[in-house]
Structure formats: C-alpha cells, structure tokens
C-alpha cells in the first residue's frame, strides 16, 4: 500500500497551537520474489512526504516548512527480515522557532538479514528555535545499518537555535549505543572541551555482524589488544562495545563536516575488515 495516508489510516495531521502540526509517516518492507524488497507501506503526510526513487530507496521531501515551533513529527520505519532499504531526503531540514518545543521522533526496527541506510541531508537550528530529535533503533542480532546525523549550528552569521539529539540504539534487545548531543548553551558550547570553534557535529553508525568486536592479533609475545579507534583532522571512529562503530566529527562548515565522517566511515570499514590502524 502506498501513497497518502488518510487520517483513519494512522497519519495524523492536526492543530496543537498557533499553526503547529502533528504529522507521522510510516515506511513497511517486505520480502519480493527473488529476494527483492517490496514497499509494502509508504503513507505520509506534509512535511513528512515520502516518494519513493528507486527499487529500495525513499527519500523525504519537505513539502512544508520547518518543523516549526509546537511541531511534532514520527517517522516509523520497520525494514522485515532479508529485505534491505535507503531513506535520504532532498534538501536539508530548517527548524524554525515558534510558540513551543519542536519535536522529530525516529522509529526503525531493522528484521533478521535486513539493511537499513539511513542519511537524510543536515538539520539546520535557526536562531530562537528549540528542538528535539530522539532516534530509536533496534536491530535483530544479524541486521546492518548505516545511519548517519549531522546538525548545522544555525544559518549563515546567526546564532544557533536550541536543540537536543538522543540516539538510542538495541541489539537484539541489548543496548548497543546511548548518546545525547545538545546544542545551543552558550556557557558551554564554545568550550575547547565540547564544540570550539565548530558550526557543525555529526556522527555516522555502523554496525552489523562484521562489526562483532574483535581483537587485534598479538604481536610476539604481547597479548591480544582490543581494537583501538582511527582518528584524524576534527573525526574519530570508535569501536564499540558490540558489533558497531561510532563516527563522530566536528567541523567550521557543512561541506567540511561531511567530508569528515566520509573518512570515519572509511576507517569504520578498514575496522570491520580487521585492517585496524590507529592515527
């Protein structure tokens, strides 16, 4: 079933202030012949509208502005066993302030086999706005994701707005990854120790099976070492305590940002290839 859902159908879109929305949007997989993946669901309302581009990919398209202040926003994502599939969007996000909070919310189960690549374009915090942003995935004990978020601290010569980034991440119902990123406190952010000189943080993860924590082999009489991370210029990839690795980067600009985790992403795979070297 795809298309526009109705109200009946779970897609809700109603008033919760002065111009303020509830929208949600749903994505279902299911196996094809062949071991194809079939779209089974796409229902959606503005501003979460999905189209689908290709045979396993949807991307989201901002058919309205913002998230603005007061929105609330659920994209639920359910990727069946053995099947596999990319979400990206157009163009970036703009929150935009309003008279209350902001809200995105990231359902994904990702089945037994599956895949899930997950790498929307920037949320941009324009001044005065206050957001939040919770990602919830879990994975079955087998399943890969790429999921990659990168946050621009404002527009061009402005302040960034307020936001708060959870990511909560399950194996096989055992935690994988708890991380929280809040952007927009002035006492801290421009602290050496957090964000510096920095109008952009991202991060990227990778995990799956060939990413089962392992050991470094022993070199002569040295005993086995867990593996280390790769770093460079402003990223860092950090193995995980389970089958993952975490990129983070900071960076002045989007273009640099992205080029940044790029290369983490690059050192998360040399680590799951077991060529592991710390720089």
Same mark, same amino acid.
């Given at each position: 079933?795809?298309?526009?859902?109705?109200?009946?159908?779970?897609?809700?879109?109603?008033?919760?202030?002065?111009?303020?929305?509830?929208?949600?949007?749903?994505?279902?997989?299911?196996?094809?012949? /062949?071991?194809?993946?079939?779209?089974?669901?796409? #229902?959606? *309302?503005?501003?979460?509208? #999905?189209?689908?581009?290709?045979?396993?990919? %949807?991307?989201?398209?901002?058919?309205?502005?913002?998230?603005?202040?007061?929105?609330?926003?659920?994209?639920?994502? *359910?990727?069946?066993?053995?099947?596999?599939?990319?979400?990206?969007?157009?163009?970036?996000? #703009?929150?935009?302030?309003?008279?209350?909070?902001?809200?995105?919310?990231?359902?994904?189960?990702?089945?037994?086999?599956?895949?899930?690549?997950?790498?929307?374009?920037?949320? %941009?915090?324009?001044?005065?706005?206050?957001?939040?942003?919770? @990602?919830?995935?879990?994975?079955?004990? *087998?399943?890969?994701?790429?999921?990659?978020?990168?946050?621009?601290?404002?527009?061009?010569?402005?302040?960034?707005?307020?936001?708060?980034?959870?990511?909560? @991440?399950?194996?096989?119902?055992?935690?994988? #990854?708890?991380?929280?990123? @809040?952007?927009?406190?002035?006492?801290?952010?421009?602290?050496?120790?957090?964000?510096?000189?920095?109008?952009? @943080?991202?991060?990227?993860?990778?995990?799956?099976?060939?990413?089962?924590?392992?050991?470094?082999?022993?070199?002569?009489?040295?005993?086995?070492?867990?593996?280390?991370?790769?770093?460079? *210029?402003?990223?860092?990839?950090?193995?995980?305590? /389970?089958?993952? %690795?975490?990129?983070?980067?900071?960076?002045?600009?989007? %273009?640099?940002?992205?080029?940044?985790?790029?290369?983490?992403?690059?050192?998360?795979?040399?680590?799951?290839?077991?060529?592991?070297?710390?720089?």
């Amino acid at each position: 079933m795809t298309g526009t859902a109705p109200p009946t159908a779970g897609t809700v879109m109603s008033a919760t202030g002065a111009g303020a929305i509830t929208a949600r949007a749903v994505i279902r997989t299911a196996a094809g012949p /062949g071991g194809t993946t079939r779209l089974e669901t796409l #229902l959606s *309302d503005p501003p979460l509208t #999905l189209r689908r581009t290709g045979p396993a990919r %949807v991307h989201l398209v901002g058919s309205g502005a913002g998230p603005l202040g007061g929105d609330h926003l659920t994209l639920d994502v *359910d990727i069946a066993p053995g099947t596999a599939l990319e979400i990206r969007s157009v163009a970036a996000m #703009l929150v935009l302030p309003g008279p209350a909070d902001s809200t995105m919310t990231v359902n994904a189960r990702v089945g037994a086999g599956a895949s899930l690549r997950y790498s929307p374009e920037p949320t %941009v915090l324009a001044a005065g706005c206050t957001h939040r942003l919770t @990602v919830r995935l879990s994975l079955a004990a *087998d399943a890969e994701v790429f999921w990659r978020e990168e946050i621009i601290f404002g527009r061009h010569g402005e302040r960034p707005g307020r936001g708060h980034s959870r990511f909560d @991440v399950t194996v096989a119902d055992r935690p994988l #990854l708890r991380q929280d990123l @809040v952007v927009g406190r002035p006492s801290v952010e421009g602290s050496p120790a957090v964000y510096g000189h920095a109008r952009c @943080v991202g991060s990227s993860l990778v995990a799956g099976p060939r990413w089962s924590a392992r050991a470094v082999p022993a070199i002569g009489n040295d005993p086995p070492t867990a593996p280390v991370q790769a770093s460079g *210029d402003g990223w860092t990839a950090l193995p995980l305590a /389970g089958p993952g %690795v975490l990129v983070s980067a900071l960076a002045p600009d989007a %273009v640099e940002l992205r080029a940044r985790l790029t290369r983490g992403e690059e050192a998360a795979e040399r680590i799951a290839a077991g060529r592991i070297v710390a720089w």
